[in-house]
Each structure stands twice: as C-alpha cells, then as structure tokens.
C-alpha cells in the first residue's frame, strides 16, 4: 500500500472504531490530550491509580505513558499498565517529558525499557539524546532544537535497540523503525510556543496505532496531523490578522477535529531518506 | 411556582450569593469546572486532601463528588467531605465518572452509596446502569449513548432507592425524584466532542442546588443551561461557518457566562413525563 | 533608571534568556500558567515530587510555590524546593491560594514563612490578610475585593516582616517591598471571572523576577503585564460586540502573546504612593 492507502485505512478504522485510548499522563496537558483524542474520532481515558490501572488497560485500544508530573505514587502504574498491555498485545507509547533534568525521571524511564516492550518511544532531542544514554541536560519540557541538524543515524540505531518505533519531534521530525526512516517537514514554530503540542502528538501516535494497522505508519500519519494541523491554524491566524497564541490555540482544535485525508493530501511533507 | 418562576428564583440567588462549590474532582476537566461556575455566578474551589476537605465543605453551599481520576490517597476524601456535607445540610452531587470500568470505581462508589446520603446522582446510561447494579463495560468516559431508548423507569426506581435526585445525560436527558419524571430534549452532539460536559453538568447542578431550592428543579435547570448553551454555541459556529471544535468549547463559555432565564424561555424543551 | 527603562531591560532579558520557570503548583490552572510563562517568552516546567524538586529547582531560575491543591504527598516538596532555590540564590515566589480556608494551609504556609526566604509575595486581600496573622475567613480562590480600601500599610509591614516584596491583588493592585509602595490601576472585572488570573499573575512575576533584575520591578512588570492584557482583551471583546469569558480569556491570552513595552506605555497606571 502506498503511504497515503494507510492512512486512509488509519484514519478510517479510527471513525469506525473509536478506539479507547488510556493514558497516564500529567496535569498539565491532559485536558488538551482528552480533546485531541476527541477530535479526531476516538475516546479518551485518564487514569493513574495502580489498583485500576490494569484493568483499564484492558478495557483500551492503546496506553500512553506520558511522564510529565510523575510521582512515587504512580511508578508503579506505569509500570503495571506497560506489562498487562504487553500481555494484552495493546500498543504503547512513550513520551518520556523531561528525561534528562532529574533522576527519578531517568530511573523511571531505564526501568520501563527494561521491562516494557515498546511501540513507539516520542520525544523532543533533548529526551531522545537521553534516552540514548547521551546525558544531555533538558531545559524544561517545551523544546523543538536539534532535529533541522540530523537524529536520523540515532533514530535508527534506538529503533533497532528497542525493537520500536523512534520519533523525534522538532522543526523536523525525523522516525525510524530501524530499517525505514522519514522526516516530516510540517508543523509551525507556534507549535513550541503553547504547552502540550508534544503530548498531544504522543496521544494522536497513540490513536494512529490503535487500530491495529503498522505502527511506523500510526506514528507517521500522527505526527503529519500534528504537523499540518499546526499549518491550518496558523493559516486562520493570518485571515484574521492576528498573531496571538490563544486564538492559535483554539484554530488548532478546530483543524485537528477537521482533519481529513485531503488535508495530508494537500500539505503532506513526509520523505523517506 | 412554574418551573419558570423556580428557575428565575434559583438563577437570582445564585447572582446575590455568589455561592462556594466545593469539588473533589479530576485534574482533566478541573479548570472547566471552575470556570463553568464563575460563568454562571458561583465561587468554585477543588480541594481534595483528607486533612482539609472538611473544612472546606464547612465553607461551601455544596458539595461536588467526581471520581474522574481518583486515587487511593483521594479515596477517604470523599467520604470524609460527603459525611461533613450531610452533617450541615449541604447539598452532596455524585458524578461516578467511568463505574463500570474497574472494580476500584464499584468499590468507592458503593461505599458512598451505602454511607453519604446523595442529593443528585448525574452520570451517563452506562454509568448510571452500573449505579442500578447492572454490570455494563463502561468505555472511556465519554458517552452519550441510551437515553433515547428509556431510562425513566431506572431513573425513578433509582430515585426511590438512594432518595435522591437521579440525572441521566444523553442525547435526551432523564430526571427523576421518585415520583416527578422528566425528560429534557436540549444539547448538541458537539457536547459529546470535547471532555468535560459531563463533569460540568455535574458542578452546574451543585452550583442550582447550592441556593436551598429544590434539587429536583436544580437538577433540571443545571441540565438545562448545558444543553441550552450547546445549542447556542452551536448557532454561533454556523454563523461563522465553522465546524471546529475548538470555536465549540469557546462559543459554549461564551453562552456559559451569558446564560439568562431568556434563554430558557426561548429553547427550552422539558417534559412530564 | 526609570520604570520604563526596567521594564524595557527585563522584557529583554526574559526574550534572550527564556528562563525556566519551575513550578509547584496546582491541577485547576498548571495548564493556563505554562501557556503564560510561554506566551512571554519563557519556559515553564511544572514537577511536584519531592524526590525531583531540588534537581528541577537547580536547573531553573525562578521557583513558583502555589499551593492551590497542596497535599500531604506535596508538603515537603515545597519546603525542599523552597530551601534549595534560597540556597542557589534563586528567586522564590510564594501564591498563598486559599489562606484562610484551612488548617493544612494556615500550617505549610507557617512553615514556609519560617524556612524560606521569599523573594515576592502574592496573593489577594484575604489571603495577604491571614499572612499578616489576621484570621479572615477566605471564601474560595478567586477574590478580589478589598484593595481599594487601601492595604498599603499591611503591605509595607509584611514587606519589612518578611524582607519581601508583597503584592496584593485586587480591583487596585498593592506593591510594596517596605521602603517604596506603589498602586496599579490597570486590570478589568473579568480578570476576576475566569479561573487562574491569580496563579497566571503570580507566575508572570516569577518569569520578570528570573533575569536577575530587582524582584520590585519584576513585581511591578509582573501584576501591569497582567492587568494591561485584561483591558487589551475587553477591548476586543467590544470591538466584536461580544461580553463572553470563552472569548475573553482567549483574546487574554492573544495579549499574553503580544505583550510588549509600548503596552505599558500606552497604559499603565503605577503610581507610587
């Protein structure tokens, strides 16, 4: 099938199914997370609690480990919910926010690769660079450097590493499954200047994948939504003037619940290399 | 009193009170609960560890029970605030977000069934079933299914059993105090599109039973407002010949804080049943 | 220097330096005060558990303490981080949300006035007051009365008590830091309609307070930054012939974004006094 017949299949199955998505994420961003899931035809669940986890593990199409407000309370629940989706055969997704500022995020993330099996790891270069072993210092969570200038050697050689999917996000994204990898050309540098955009692409990856269709094409096709979403709103912004980030916000919403197959028709920017 | 006279009596004393809301609720809609109730006049606080929860219902004119993300550490929480509520007299509302996904979800919800005398009951068929005892999978949180087939004899038996207001939301809403049932025909799909509507339903009917009116009229008028204002925010996106849903959730607080008895008058659709 | 010339050189610094902003904060508003932090040019991280604030604190340059939902499983953190920013010589900014509620938050708040040197703090008149040991019974978080009844002499005192700036929020902001006091006039009555225009307000002064200039001006940058978006945002609002919140807090957030120094010259009200 060529890229755009997967995606078509991805985005129709996702209108079919409306897969549940279980996420243990942060705080900060799990509104957004929930409505980006909505948006785009699928249902959302956040729950962190390590006597519930598994359980709703079970009920899910997809798990999102998102990192970003970790506590002691909840190592465990990732933990938990990682292994009974790898017994379930359920798809899942690493975002792991932050990885290089602190210990107790290094801890967390060298245990979950030890004993998760991983679909598809997401992150800005700072993390991947860290979840490479590369001991780069993270500055705050919000980071879209490093990508215009390589990662694809890394993407590969991680891919292969951990038998997953590698996405690096940034001006460019760059994925590899260890023997294909792809940069992305879309987005909009506003994209970095709203919190969440990261975690959000990390749920959209999630959705992409749940439909049980190939994960590089679920991480591919997430990351062009993201992406070309990001282009739309920054279009609405320019009919109406305005270069505010609040208005970009809620332009971004209204692409991302829009968004069709002509959309990456039209904007698409994917090359294999 | 007509119900019109009732409602213009509620919406007057929340304007003069300006009444607290205390909510023990979910980090994933928390802000748009807050925000629905300072939209329609009330004060709003979360507030969720068992040292303090007492003392902050002491301050409220009602409480907001919402599992949506619960936690072991929250577990006693909810019981300690519901059994100060009951002590003084203030309204108690339960949402049991997702009942019927986990057994932690059944655990808490039957012990503050069997120990917190409820005001209202509001949750979706599926959850509100899995109040009754029949066990249906919950999927997710988001749900707007079954209501158009029924649900008034439940919801009056319900009623009868917990003495207490019982709220069904869906495509058609279903009251019922035991012996007065209703059912309500206002809302909009886009209300199942973005997360939150049911969690602000919920505080909207804390907020209309924080006045010392009848629940039952309370119930009906916070079902009202949501649905109400989902059409008129729905009204404003064909004005502007959008779909998004961000626009939606914009436009929705929009008709939030603008809400008046006029609204009602024009669009609200209620029946005796 | 003149206002205008310290204005002018932090707004710079924070565009050059893009300081991270670390932040222990609430679930309600974290997401509305990353974006803040973001919309002027910041960065924000947000990570409440005490085996990673000190490490989260040592790589930033200001520390927000916001005790909006504080727990027992977050007590120590603040402390913890508290202590090490007072060690690293960082800038500490203290929200005292909901002082005069509860006995959990009368004690941290006791603890950390005794531990922590604060660089600024901020709160409402309520909230100020039981800083200053006056036992008002704080109704919610969201308050905004009382400042225009004065406040300066409390705020001097308290500034001299704590070798601190405080800053008093209200209808009139209240500045001092015991020698200088000064009053904004700026600000608009849907600041205090929609949920987070305290904790946003106090994160804006940790962002002007992280470059190293006079925490005094950072306050006062800080609460005109704020106040001056209010009315920017209702303008706005007028020119769409439009009163809704959902609006406004999105046209809020487009002056956020836009924030620059002939706002405050075209309409800032500091006087001191």
């Known amino acids: 099938m ?11 199955e996702i209108q079919s199914q409306s897969p549940l998505i279980h996420h243990i994420t942060n705080y900060v961003t799990a509104n957004d997370c929930a409505n980006t899931i909505l948006a785009l035809g699928g249902s959302p669940v956040m729950a962190d609690d390590e006597k519930e986890v598994e359980e709703m593990v079970a009920l899910s199409s997809a798990l999102v480990l998102n990192i970003g407000t970790l506590s002691q309370r909840t190592l465990r629940s990732f933990l938990l919910a990682g292994k009974k989706a790898n017994e379930l055969g359920i798809p ?16 967390l993330i060298t ?51 951990f038998q997953c999917i590698i996405a690096i996000t940034g001006k460019v994204d760059v994925i590899s499954d260890g023997k294909k990898t792809y940069r992305i050309h879309n987005g909009h540098e506003f994209l970095s200047k709203i919190t969440g955009t990261g975690c959000m692409s990390t749920s959209i990856i999630g959705l992409c994948c749940a439909t049980g269709e190939s994960p590089l094409y679920g991480a591919l096709l997430g ?39 002509q959309d990456y028709l039209e904007r698409g920017k994917i090359y294999e290399i």
Chains 1, 2, 3 share one sequence.
Do not use: C, Y
Request: net charge negative.
């Open 223 to 261: 990351l062009s939504i993201m992406g070309i979403s990001g282009e739309i709103a920054a279009t609405h912004l320019e009919q109406e003037f305005k270069e505010g980030l609040g208005s970009f916000k809620v332009h971004l919403f209204d692409a991302l619940s829009g968004f069709i197959l």
């Open 111 to 161: 245990e979950i690769l030890a004993k998760i099996d991983l679909t598809v790891i997401r992150g800005n270069m700072s993390e991947i660079l860290n979840v490479h072993g590369t001991s780069v210092i993270t500055k705050g969570v919000e980071s879209s450097e490093g990508t215009e200038n390589g990662g694809e050697e890394m993407a590969k050689a991680l891919a292969k590493r």
């Open 2 to 12: 060529t890229l755009q017949e997967e995606f078509q299949s991805i985005l129709e």
């Open 92 to 107: 899942v997704i690493l975002d792991p926010v932050g990885l290089g500022t602190t210990d107790l995020r290094r801890k």
